[in-house]
């Protein structure tokens, strides 16, 4: 109640900011410096932006040259509530997002490019020469834009075909040898028919991280093209049709995917077999291992350098991605109303390539223990020593393509109701494989008493899954007096999953496997270890016990989303299992609208948000499935122009926030962590967004937006955090004593009580400041332009613990802009992050499978400065 009460309070307090202030308006009006209209299309309709009853921020292409929005990342800073993790392409808004790139769960922010659902969010920082405008919806979008919008919506739409002929070139020269190349060409082609054309090329030959052991830079190395083309018709009087379509190419080092950050573990004196590497691992060996590397740094670079951008691995991270897309649209005007379909394919293919084993290592020789019995047998040549190869890497794809149909009628006439309707159907099909492989093991080829392994592959997973979306929706909008509107929107969504996941995983050399055998080979359990066994070391197939698929003995919950059992191929050795699930809801918005003048907007509004459920896919574990998870949102409102040259609009919002999908990583005794789904059943969320744009004098025009947010778990009993299994790290809450034994260390673990945790991605408070000014000449027109952004601390887990926490940080951008007179031309120069702070983006801690726990961490950009050219003919 008492955070209902506050949002009441702060509705109240910005209704009654409304009063007075009219002659200073005119007064404004006269002197010209009055901020200019925007419209969007949040609620389907062109609309006024300070029309539409819906915490939106919109940048236009001209705006985000003028500030330097070039990236989701910049957008991301500009937009109150808004979070984005570059490294694994996921958004947050508000405190929903998703938190994990599993194909089979969901996000909860809905991205559109001109209409048509996506799950990526990368498209919104297309380069403003193929973008008009980038709309976040903040709130549930749960009628209209119904698709796993829980959390809000982004909207990215295209510019269109031009009636008269425009054509330009832009060009962009940096440091880290940037170069980026663009052009764009639109008019008619002939009455009734207008086209347009647009391509891009990017290269970046210059990293942001140093590679100490190949010289092979990383982070932001690119090399892509893109091009789109457009046509426009006027089919008769009364029918509309638009068709896009479009490719992408690149091969880069780059996030998302890319290196964009590295580890914090310090050296540790540890032995580490294949297939108990984990990424960032540190290499600090013990006496008499004959060590070979390919660079000259051994151990954990951070450490030894000091230099969080320094890494040392023999092999580089790369991203390849070929994506294709078409999207149309025809409307067919109708005396009182629109019928309009909307339709869409796209289709890519995604492979990323990493050093698993995070080292510059490539063979190193472990001694034999005196007395076992490898020694025993090295007198007769039986046995020797053992070499590894430990180089290892993974190979993680994406192939994924997916339709898109939506049929909906929007009313045209005057008159106080107005309403839009429609149906929606979306099917998609992926596969997601990933293989871990450690090439120099010749002996992984034959693991004991299972089907050959020809690639040497230690661990693979897969899943090759259908999802099927159905929706039907209505919104009514009743303006009952001159200046109170009522909306109600309501929506059924019916969605549906179903394939196949496979996997197989191998051990070699790992203690807890090598003791099953020890036995067969006449080594005491407690000698099973490498330096006992040597050469007689087997590769071991535990794709049964690690990936059974069974209940745990005494369970008896249901095993939902389970379509059949567990079966493993003989000839393959692959285990699969289908699942098979579906999920449905009703979702829905009410809201009250009143509009005492034309520049003041207050409402009040309640929303239903739905994110369809999902599989913890590839891994076959016990309990594959997660519910879907639903929000409660109330949101109040005002938008008010203030003497015409003053924009502020103010919301706060509750949110009643009910199962959150939330992944809980497992690190088992042999192989990868894997991870676990849980519904997490309550959280919390609100908070007070104010987005405001002054222009005190003519000229100048001063930005701010600020968010606070407090985001938190409100139920959420007894879980454990298998990277800190003891409950014993600062920031841990444990719900009661120890329990079972850890498998990694030997010890009982406990379990928390993570009530009154904060929401990963949230952060309290953000702020976005710019200032641009613009000088008059003859000539032309000068705008120079200063930003400061800042956001407070923020958590990457549901476990608050000091590991997890990033630091507030904050940055400084800088950029100035010629313009001539006839606006043929434009000059840009900018510095981003000018004075090169190094701040993290996100730190994270883990634990491998021997129990040490590293911290990764992702940077932010370093400064980067550069200038850009545009020619319009």
Known sequence: MRGKTALLSAGAMSVLAWAGGAAAQDAAVQRGNVIEELVVTAERRAQNLQDVPVAVSAFTSEKRDIIGIKSVEDITNYTPGLSYSVGTDRITLRGIGRLTNNLASEPGVANYNDGIYSSSTVSAGASPLFIDRVEVLRGPQGTLYGRNSIGGAINVISRRPTHDFYAEVRATLANYDRQVFEGAVSGSIVEGLRARFAASKVDQDEGWFKNAATGIDEGEVRDQFSWEGQIEADLGENVDAWLKVGQQQYNNRAAPGGRSGGSLASPEPSLFGPGSLSPGASYAFVGGVNLVTLGPIVGNPVAQTGDLRVFSTNVPNENDLESEYLTGEVVWHLPSVDVKYLGGYFKYDYVLTTDYDGTAVLSYTLPLAPGGRCAQLQVFGACGPLTFAPSVTT?????????????????????????????????????QPVRIREPGVVALETPLSAPRNADRTIYYTSQDMDMTSRAAFV????????????????????????????????????????????????????QASIPYFGTL????????????????????????GVAGPAVTDPNTGVRSRPLADSWSAWTGTAGLEWKPDDDTLAYAKYSRGYKAGGFN??????????????????????????????QTNVSAFYYDYQDAQVPLGFQPDTGPRITLFYNMPKSVSKGVEIETIWQPIDNLQILFNYSYLNAKIKKACCLLDSDDPLAIQPGAQPSGPPGAIDSATGLPTRAQDLSGQRLPLSPKHKIALNGAYTWDFAAGSLIGSASYLWRDEVY???????????????????RLTWRDADDRFSIIGYVQNATDEEDFDSLSATRNSIGELSQTYVLTPPRTYGVEFQYRF
């Open 395 to 431: 190979d993680y794809e994406e192939h994924k393509e997916w339709w898109s149909h939506e049929v909906n009628f929007t009313s045209t006439h005057d008159g106080p109701l107005q309403w839009i309707a429609g149906l929606f159907y979306y099917h998609e099909k992926y596969t």
């Open 617 to 646: 896919s590839g891994t076959i574990t016990p309990f594959p499935q997660t519910d879907k998870e639903t929000v409660n949102a109330y949101e109040l409102g005002l938008k008010r122009d203030w003497f015409g040259n003053l």
């Open 475 to 526: 919104q009514l909008d009743w303006q009952f007096t001159d200046t109170l509107k009522t909306t109600l929107g309501l929506r059924y969504t019916k969605d549906e999953k179903q394939g196949t996941e496979e996997t197989r995983q191998l051990c070699y050399g790992l203690p807890a496997c090598l003791a099953s055998v020890a036995p067969l080979y006449g080594i005491p359990v407690s």
């Open 796 to 814: 990457s887990s549901i476990f608050n613990r000091p590991l997890n926490l990033a630091p507030s940080r904050g940055q400084v951008d800088l």
């Open 537 to 560: 070391t087997p590769v071991l197939d535990i794709t049964g016990s690690v990936a059974s698929g069974n209940r745990p003995a005494g369970s008896t919950e249901e095993q939902k």
